[in-house]
């Protein structure tokens, strides 16, 4: 009776601080408690998932192989198995035909924002970093309109607005209703 739940976020959109807002919650488990909490990181799973072309939205991925390795991670008695890579936003659909039954929670940032981020960590150009962001946007736009459990969080949301937030993650999912959003 498990349910998976995806975190779909563009990088330096509030990610890694929705898991561990998530992860407080004693039902949760997820795949990756170390640094950035990323699945993709994880032991034999990053020499699939985390390669240069991990943004190619056409990369041909094991998803039942990654499912397998990921189970061994999460904490088979919690509810909730949760993971959070960025990557995942130009493939979702396909995780959705793996793992079911699963929820997805689209996360998005102003793209000023999220630009400057990129610019700033990666010395990307602005135009890189315009298009990058404008990419992500629309992976996020094709989530929404096509995945069947999806809820749109935006990062303001999740850094000034955080009553709210918890509120439409209860919503979505109630079994979040013991989440820590101090």
């Given at each position: 009776?498990?349910?998976?739940?995806?975190?779909?976020?563009?990088?330096?959109?509030?990610?890694?601080?929705?898991?561990?807002?998530?992860?407080?919650?004693?039902?949760?488990?997820?795949?990756?408690?170390?640094?950035?909490?990323?699945?993709?990181?994880?032991?034999?799973?990053?020499d699939?998932?985390?390669?240069?072309?991990?943004w190619?939205?056409?990369?041909?991925?094991?998803?039942?192989?990654?499912?397998?390795?990921?189970?061994?991670?999460?904490?088979?008695?919690?509810?909730?198995?949760?993971?959070?890579?960025?990557?995942?936003?130009?493939?979702?659909?396909?995780?959705?035909?793996?793992?079911?039954?699963?929820?997805?929670?689209?996360?998005?940032?102003?793209?000023?924002?999220?630009?400057?981020?990129?610019?700033?960590?990666?010395?990307?150009?602005?135009?890189?970093?315009?298009?990058?962001?404008?990419?992500?946007?629309?992976?996020?736009?094709?989530?929404?309109?096509?995945?069947?459990?999806?809820?749109l969080?935006?990062?303001?949301?999740?850094?000034?607005?955080?009553?709210?937030?918890?509120?439409?993650?209860?919503?979505?999912?109630?079994?979040?209703?013991?989440?820590?959003?101090?």
């Amino acid at each position: 009776d498990n349910q998976y739940l995806f975190i779909l976020s563009p990088p330096f959109s509030g990610s890694t601080l929705l898991n561990q807002i998530i992860s407080s919650s004693k039902h949760v488990s997820c795949n990756n408690t170390i640094g950035l909490r990323e699945g993709q990181h994880l032991p034999i799973v990053k020499d699939i998932l985390f390669t240069k072309d991990r943004w190619d939205p056409k990369k041909e991925i094991n998803w039942t192989y990654i499912h397998k390795i990921w189970k061994k991670y999460w904490v088979k008695s919690k509810s909730i198995f949760l993971e959070k890579s960025p990557p995942n936003i130009c493939r979702a659909k396909h995780i959705e035909d793996e793992f079911k039954p699963a929820k997805f929670i689209c996360l998005v940032r102003n793209p000023y924002a999220q630009a400057e981020g990129s610019l700033r960590r990666y010395k990307r150009s602005a135009k890189e970093a315009a298009e990058l962001s404008l990419s992500y946007l629309k992976y996020q736009k094709e989530n929404l309109e096509e995945l069947k459990n999806v809820c749109l969080i935006k990062y303001e949301t999740l850094t000034e607005e955080t009553n709210d937030l918890k509120d439409k993650l209860i919503e979505f999912l109630p079994y979040l209703s013991d989440i820590n959003i101090n």
